[in-house]
């Protein structure tokens, strides 16, 4: 059971979405005043807060901050395609969305998906973040998408906050899929890789947004609460989206062969796909970076390749480099140049070779 704060500008609104959660064994309490928020959410200790309302723009203006180092309960919107509905979003905390009609188990669904992210996110930073996940409900008949999209919609939050010019899960995403095919990754580990992409910074909506903007060096425990960001993320993959290989990638998108990442492990334990994830979301760091020095993309390569083997996968950083300096098409040995043969060419072509 949780506690969710409910605000409904519409009678009808407000009775059902109060009788399915109630009908889900949860604690409703009704705020019609949005000047009573902040009271009431400190009063109640609210895990959620819902949302039905013609004029979300009016209750995105007035949300509390929240406390320091606590993930502040997340807001769900429950409207009509018909309401108004601007693209706005909250740096301080969680917005997620369900358009009405909908069945009223992907509503429920979708609430215990945000409680579970506001449990498990609170009782980590409280207890040093090493508590393991709570699992989703064992409804058979809940449909799983809602939590998926959960997942995507915390992921986006986190990338907007991030210091990194908007975009990076989407441009980290781009590299992996250029990286897969020069190593020739197969379908199906590409498809995790993919997906670990879109979520490896889905931790970081823990982390507050003056840490991961400040420019100075960081103290012990701003820190700690950056470099835990992955084993937060891994954790809610796991109770968003459960799918082990991806929640791996995530939890070691920040290690290194050398023992020398985030959380210790060295290369035989990280799974090829997170040292495929670790050099795209490196490359693209240091190029796209809003706080520190932003480096051209043959510099951040040389970069990449001087920790070869030591800090990053000496093949990864390869076919990086292969991507970015591809070879000339001719050479130049005179003032007409001399092309370079291919199989294309009779002479070489793999169909007409004389056999060995």
């Known amino acids: 059971m949780a506690r969710i704060l409910l605000h409904a500008t519409d009678r009808q609104r407000f009775r059902e979405v109060r009788a399915l959660l109630r009908q889900d064994g949860h604690d409703v309490v009704a705020f019609p005043a949005l000047e009573d928020w902040d009271r009431m959410e400190q009063d109640t200790q609210a895990h959620l807060v819902v949302a039905s309302t013609a004029s979300p723009d009016e209750v995105l203006a007035a949300p509390p901050r929240g406390r320091m180092h606590v993930f502040a309960p997340p807001v769900l919107f429950v409207h009509q395609e018909a309401d108004r509905f601007d693209a706005q979003e909250l740096d301080q905390r969680l917005v997620d969305r369900i358009v009405s009609p909908f069945q009223s188990d992907e509503l429920l669904a979708r609430v215990e998906a945000l409680v579970g992210v506001f449990r498990l996110l609170n009782r980590q930073l409280l207890a040093d973040g090493a508590a393991e996940p709570e699992r989703r409900s064992s409804v058979e008949h809940r449909p799983t998408q809602p939590g998926r999209e959960v997942a995507t919609r915390l992921a986006q939050w986190s990338d907007r906050r991030d210091t990194f010019e908007p975009g990076h899960a989407a441009r980290v995403g781009s590299l992996c899929a250029w990286l897969a095919e020069t190593l020739g990754i197969a379908e199906a580990e590409a498809n995790v890789l993919y997906h670990a992409a879109a979520l490896h910074d889905i931790g970081k909506v823990a982390v507050p947004p003056e840490i991961l903007h400040y420019e100075g060096p960081l103290d012990e425990e701003q820190r700690r609460l950056v ?130």
């Open 227 to 356: 470099r835990i960001h992955p084993r937060r993320g891994a954790a809610l993959v796991r109770l968003l989206d459960p799918q082990e290989d991806v929640a791996q990638a995530v939890f070691c998108h920040h290690e290194r062969p050398d023992g020398s990442g985030y959380m210790g492990c060295k290369a035989e334990e990280i799974p090829r796909v997170a040292a495929v994830l670790a050099v795209a979301e490196c490359f693209d760091a240091m190029t796209t970076s809003r706080v520190g020095p932003r480096l051209e993309a043959l510099d951040a390569l040389e970069r990449l390749e001087l920790g070869k083997g030591r800090l990053h996968d000496a093949d990864v950083v390869g076919a990086l480099a292969a991507r970015l300096r591809p070879r000339p098409d001719t050479i130049p040995l005179s003032s007409l140049g001399y092309r370079t043969p291919t199989f294309e060419d009779e002479e070489i072509h793999p169909d007409r070779m004389p056999p060995q």
